[in-house]
């Protein structure tokens, strides 16, 4: 069975901070890995994704993620956060055809001026 | 190119009762996959359709149910309502692409429907 454990519920970090979120995955076979944002009372964005290929991927907005497989983590690192950053994110797992998603519990981010 | 449209944005209905809800995937996908969102579960999985054919399922108890017509659009519906199923539904398309040896289904998400069970 496939699942996802977010260890942090809410993070607060000041703004111009750097932000590491924790994600750590159990998949079957080669997981396909995703971090999405949500604001309150919207839609998922999604902010990037790993398939294959080069570990380290870059998202949206300036964020970024590795894939250690040794370690089976997937988790989310911005150098800068914003304000703009505060709203809820997700980490999903999910796999080739299998369009279902699993996602974690989410991380609440919140930014102090 | 517009994104995942959902109708409506928000419902009340009483228990008891039935509901619809719509999803208009981004032209070009062909999958379309549910989710539900509460918090106290978080984000489960509904269904997956692609091309009219239910491909995926979660576990979710028969009252829930979904099509998908031959223009890709989708319906999910929820009989006999209770209480707990209050939550947020998300609907999601997706565009199969194969590039390179990997097969590429990222999953882009409507703005939800808002139900409220009263």
């Known amino acids: 069975a496939q699942s996802v454990t977010q260890p942090d519920i809410h993070i607060t970090v000041s703004e111009g901070a750097s932000l590491e979120l924790r994600c750590n995955y159990s998949?079957?076979?080669?997981?396909?890995l995703f971090w999405y944002v949500q604001s309150p009372g919207q839609g998922l964005q999604l902010l990037l994704k790993?398939?294959?290929?080069?570990?380290l991927v870059q998202g949206i907005k300036g964020f970024e993620a590795e894939f250690k497989r040794s370690q089976s983590s997937f988790n989310l690192r911005k150098p800068s956060v914003h304000w703009s950053d505060a709203a809820e994110y997700f980490c999903?797992?999910?796999?080739?055809?299998?369009?279902?998603?699993?996602f974690g519990k989410g991380t609440l981010l919140t930014v102090n001026p | 190119k517009a994104g995942v449209t959902q109708t409506p944005r928000y419902l009340i209905k009483t228990r008891g009762q039935q509901v619809t809800l719509s999803c208009s995937p981004i032209?070009?996908?062909?999958?379309v996959s549910w989710y539900q969102q509460t918090p106290g579960q978080g984000l489960q999985f509904l269904f997956e359709?692609?091309?009219?054919?239910?491909?995926n399922k979660g576990n979710f108890p028969g009252r829930f149910s979904g099509r998908q017509f031959s223009n890709s659009r989708s319906e999910m519906n929820v009989s006999t309502l209770e209480l707990g199923d209050s939550a947020l539904y998300l609907c999601?398309?997706?565009?199969?692409?194969?590039?390179?040896?990997?097969?590429?289904?990222?999953?882009?998400f409507g703005p939800g429907t808002r139900l409220t069970v009263l």
């Open positions: 790993y398939f294959s290929g080069d570990t």
């Open positions: 032209s070009g996908h062909r999958s």
């Open positions: 999903a797992v999910g796999g080739g055809s299998n369009y279902k998603l699993t």
């Open positions: 998949y079957g076979a080669t997981p396909y």
């Open positions: 359709y692609f091309s009219e054919t239910q491909r």
């Open positions: 999601a398309s997706s565009l199969e692409a194969w590039a390179s040896g990997t097969f590429y289904n990222e999953q882009f």
